[in-house]
């Protein structure tokens, strides 16, 4: 299996569907087309053919679009065979395909791995595209739409070329500090960029937190004490009945987590233990899960029980809501940020309300030009670290060699510089047909 191979595989969705897209790129395009079409369209137009086997037998008919070298995906000859997406149909063309030496089924993501081989997209397009075909709720798709765009590339890039100038500049005044067209002292222009770029870079990392929140989701933690309403309230939200709810205290003992879009935000509602003093060695361990979430959690929907000394969640860090809950059977002398009560649907919109004020804002593009992978902010950090060794040494031969590794970092989150032992790893998790 090589570059040279040409690659086919179904693009669109799992059949049976209304229409399946096949995809073909590779030296043999030209060839494959003519096989199952008689003919190559004019490029970039979409022709109605019938597709027919070796024999002349009718196979199907649907429209063929040829992408010429390099004006494609991939770059390479591309077509794109669009036909009724049923499961024979797809099986034949298959079959006819597989015939022609030197055309093979493609990869999990050889077709973006040969679009980023010749140059048409960078690492963090690729992986932009990736996480735009898996998006789930609108913010996933608006930070993956930036990804795949080369604004976050670009900045990089713009990052990466400062370094560059700047180790060029030093090694300028190292090496030709005698001639008269050097200057007599760049170290502290350089100096002054330097300090700029690392708090750019610094503040760009403190974004990285929303990212995460937008790509994993926003992690809630429904807590209080036992008979409080939690399940009540997390089949409410989701609106299905997913945790069992009975008056005998004590029935959920391990975490439960439902996935629901709340303004965009994918968010994870977890239901959790009852908090008390518990003999019962699983409802012990169902307690401490639940206080482990709630340490690792985002925000906290702490629902009272109907007692009016019940303010344990005052003790508690982090991002807290008291919610008075059950308010229809217990209503006087109640303490809570939030009334609600299940029964009779009231209280729940300003629940909502408060949590989606509580969601990360996003007013503009600039926000979502943040870190969209862990390894980006790896690189990232890597470079800082490089950037400020190079600031701190007096050497101005160790101050270039900081430099050049804080250069390297960068170009190595858009695949400038030695990412081979990350290809395998990135492409694999896409489809194949992408």
Request: glycine fraction near 6%.
């Amino acid at each position: 299996m090589t570059q040279n191979d040409t690659i086919y595989a179904l693009s669109s969705g799992p059949v049976p569907a209304g229409v399946a897209v096949v995809r073909v790129s590779g030296p043999l395009c030209e060839l494959v087309v003519e096989t199952l079409a008689g003919s190559v369209p004019p490029p970039r137009k979409a022709v109605l053919r019938s597709l027919h086997d070796r024999q002349g037998d009718f196979i199907d008919s649907g429209l063929v679009i040829y992408f010429p070298a390099p004006h494609s995906f991939t770059g390479e000859s591309c077509a794109e065979f669009q036909v009724h997406g049923s499961r024979p149909v797809i099986k034949k063309i298959f079959a006819e395909v597989a015939k022609l030496d030197g055309v093979r089924f493609a990869d999990a993501g050889e077709f973006s791995l040969r679009a980023f081989h010749n140059g048409k997209m960078d690492l963090v397009e690729v992986e932009g595209l990736s996480d735009l075909i898996s998006a789930e709720t609108e913010m996933q798709r608006r930070l993956a739409v930036e990804q795949s765009k080369d604004g976050v590339s670009q900045l990089y890039e713009t990052w990466r070329r400062r370094l560059i100038h700047a180790r060029a500049m030093l090694e300028a005044e190292l090496d030709f500090a005698d001639e008269d067209d050097i200057p007599g002292s760049v170290s502290q222009t350089v100096t002054d960029d330097l300090c700029d770029l690392s708090r750019e870079i610094n503040e760009f990392c403190k974004k990285a937190s929303l990212g995460n929140i937008i790509q994993n989701g926003y992690q809630i933690v429904i807590a209080g004490a036992p008979n409080a309403g939690k399940s009540t309230l997390l089949n409410y939200l989701v609106q299905r009945d997913v945790a069992i709810v009975t008056e005998v205290a004590g029935t959920t003992r391990d975490i439960l987590s439902v996935k629901m879009d709340i303004d965009g935000f994918a968010v994870h509602l977890l239901d959790t233990a009852g908090l008390r003093v518990s003999s019962d060695i699983v409802e012990q361990e169902g307690i401490r899960r639940a206080r482990q979430a709630m340490e690792d959690s985002d925000l906290i929907l702490y629902l009272s029980s109907q007692s009016d000394t019940d303010r344990d969640f005052e003790s508690l860090d982090g991002n807290v809501v008291a919610v008075a809950s059950q308010t229809d059977r217990f209503s006087e002398n109640r303490f809570g940020n939030v009334f609600i009560s299940v029964e009779d649907k009231t209280g729940i919109d300003s629940l909502l309300n408060v949590i989606k004020g509580r969601l990360p804002s996003v007013d503009s593009r600039d926000d979502l030009l943040l870190p969209g992978k862990e390894r980006h902010l790896n690189f990232l950090q890597a470079a800082i670290f490089a950037l400020n060794r190079s600031l701190e040494t007096p050497i101005i031969e160790l101050k270039a060699e900081y430099l050049r590794d804080a250069s390297n970092q960068i170009g190595r989150i858009t695949g400038k510089i030695d990412v081979e032992d990350l290809l395998d790893v990135i492409f694999s998790q896409f489809c194949v047909g992408k």
